[in-house]
């Protein structure tokens, strides 16, 4: 824990994470982002989500400090001026919806301003418009023009052993064309291969002058022990499997239960409240 107190900044997931199931932030976890604050330690956000899905957290966390989408695809500064840009190559990008496809997953598309989806009614397309706040635009295929300016596509299926199997296959078949990793059992996303949270550590790091082992890191998914193993400190949700527990530093409680604003009391700042 004492490698915790010379941390700068605090990069945090969000789903599973900063954000209940119902994807609130709580009274806790705002109480946390204050605390920060006032400890001058910075607050950094990173999601699979695309940054459009993330703007409505930019006000209650008063967040000073990058925010991350598509897994570090694009990253924006607070004002939403773009600082990195990572597009998938487009011919990955037809490799990865051809092996989505033939593997039985459904298969969502996304590009800087739009969600792709060929079936409105798929596993998870509604529940992901509420989190969102917008909604889906249903296409009959996905073109060589929409592959081309794709900054994420992702695998969906509710049977989570097909996904996790699907998600080596595609390690395999990619290589280091591209990242594809879980950021939820039933999701696998694929992005380009500096688009993962482990690079958003070393950008966060070099965009403020400091050390990676200044940043602490918290996440609840296998995509976030990327990130884990750039940082010089981890935490993993209570939440998380055992196998993303075991990459962290340490584990706080689940984010139903305040984990968020408790690893910041407990781990971060150490103090008996946020």
């Excluded at 330690?41 to 989500?49: E, F, K, M, N």
């Excluded at 899905?53 to 607070?78: C, H, K, T, W, Y």
């Excluded at 418009?129 to 969906?156: C, E, M, N, Q, S």
């Excluded at 939440?239 to 971060?268: H, I, P, W, Y």
């Amino acid at each position: 824990m004492s490698r915790a107190r010379d941390i700068r900044l605090l990069l945090s997931d969000v789903d599973g994470t900063l954000v209940t199931n119902d994807k609130v932030l709580t009274e806790g976890a705002l109480a946390a982002a204050r605390a920060l604050r006032a400890a001058g330690v910075g607050l950094a956000i990173t999601s699979s989500r695309p940054p459009r899905g993330l703007r409505m957290l930019i006000e209650p966390l008063s967040l000073q400090q990058p925010l991350a989408g598509f897994n570090g695809g694009l990253v924006l500064d607070p004002d939403l001026a773009v600082v990195e840009s990572h597009p998938l190559d487009a011919l990955v990008a037809r490799r990865t919806v051809d092996l989505l496809l033939s593997q039985g997953l459904g298969v969502w598309v996304y590009t800087e301003a739009d969600w792709l989806v060929q079936d409105a009614g798929g596993p998870h397309v509604a529940r992901e418009a509420w989190i969102l706040k917008f909604d889906a635009t249903v296409v009959p295929a996905f073109t060589d023009a929409d592959l081309a300016r794709a900054f994420k596509i992702v695998g969906v299926s509710d049977d989570y052993a097909l996904v996790a199997r699907v998600e080596r296959t595609a390690q395999d078949l990619l290589g280091p064309t591209a990242s594809a990793t879980r950021s939820e059992p039933h999701f696998l996303d694929v992005t380009h291969p500096q688009a993962n949270k482990g690079a958003v550590v070393t950008a966060v790091a070099k965009r403020l002058n400091i050390s990676p082992e200044q940043i602490a890191t918290i996440g609840d998914m296998p995509n976030d022990v990327l990130m884990f193993r750039q940082s010089g400190f981890s935490v993993a949700m209570g939440n998380a499997s055992d196998e993303v527990k075991a990459q962290a530093s340490a584990v706080t409680d689940s984010n139903e239960n305040d984990g968020f604003a408790n690893a910041v009391r407990r781990l971060l700042l150490q103090s008996d409240a946020a």
